[in-house]
T-cell receptor, first 114, second 114 residues
Framework: EAQVTQNPRYLITVTGKKLTVTCSQNMNHEYMSWYRQDPGLGLRQIYYSMNVEVTDKGDVPEGYKVSRKEKRNFPLILESPSPNQTSLYFC?????????????FGPGTRLTVT | QKEVEQNSGPLSVPEGAIASLNCTYSDRGSQSFFWYRQYSGKSPELIMFIYSNGDKEDGRFTAQLNKASQYVSLLIRDSQPSDSATYLCAGRGVENTGFQKLVFGTGTRLLVSP
């Protein structure tokens, strides 16, 4: 089954404790992206990757890191989480290329930082 | 700043009626648009995309694009209570790097009453 998976689905942590949210897709998509979703603000892009070893900042990259060492995986790293990073996080992937910009979303990770 | 605007709603319609969801965008360079449905606490799910001016129909859904007016809409015929969700409009913007990213609106909440 074609899918984007994320782990963990729910996470409660404390300020400053490093964490990683994993994202994996089995569709051989070149493009992957991380979003956060907050009430009233919609989906905001954190980082994206066009292919292995190619990443760039989205609209709200502060406090986050990413890496793309393999095509299927795109982990999101919070080196020192703060309460303002409490949010619902989505990973997405897509084929890219002319006319193919549909993105498919993972199930989401609800993060609470206390 | 490229923007996609949606009325947050809620838009309330009775079962069996036509629901009309609207979206405007600021970037005249945007070429394609996507409608996602998101149930509460779930991930966005792609339901329609449209690249050309005019209408595109898929089952009970019709997407409409008017590039001159910078306006996109989604019509849902014979609305069902199961259509109650938040509908996200997204436009494909072109960055100066050539990378084409999706810009999301904040979504319109649709409520279909039995």
């Amino acid at each position: 089954e074609a899918q984007v998976t994320q782990n963990p689905r729910y996470l409660i942590t404390v300020t400053g404790k490093k964490l990683t949210v994993t994202c994996s897709q089995n569709m051989n998509h070149e493009y992957m992206s991380w979003y956060r979703q907050d009430p009233g603000l919609g989906l905001r892009q954190i980082y994206y990757s066009m292919n292995v070893e190619v990443t760039d900042k989205g609209d709200v990259p502060e406090g986050y890191k990413v890496s793309r060492k393999e095509k299927r995986n795109f982990p999101l790293i919070l080196e020192s989480p703060s309460p303002n990073q409490t949010s619902l996080y989505f990973c997405a992937s897509g084929q890219g290329g002319a006319g193919k910009y549909e993105q498919y979303f993972g199930p989401g990770t609800r993060l609470t930082v206390t | 700043q490229k923007e996609v605007e949606q009325n947050s709603g809620p838009l309330s319609v009775p079962e069996g009626a036509i629901a009309s969801l609207n979206c405007t965008y600021s970037d005249r360079g945007s070429q394609s648009f996507f409608w996602y449905r998101q149930y509460s606490g779930k991930s966005p799910e792609l339901i329609m995309f449209i690249y050309s001016n005019g209408d595109k129909e898929d089952g009970r859904f019709t997407a409409q694009l008017n590039k001159a007016s910078q306006y996109v809409s989604l019509l849902i015929r014979d609305s069902q209570p199961s259509d109650s969700a938040t509908y996200l409009c997204a436009g494909r913007g072109v960055e100066n790097t050539g990378f084409q990213k999706l810009v999301f609106g904040t979504g319109t909440r649709l409520l279909v009453s039995p």
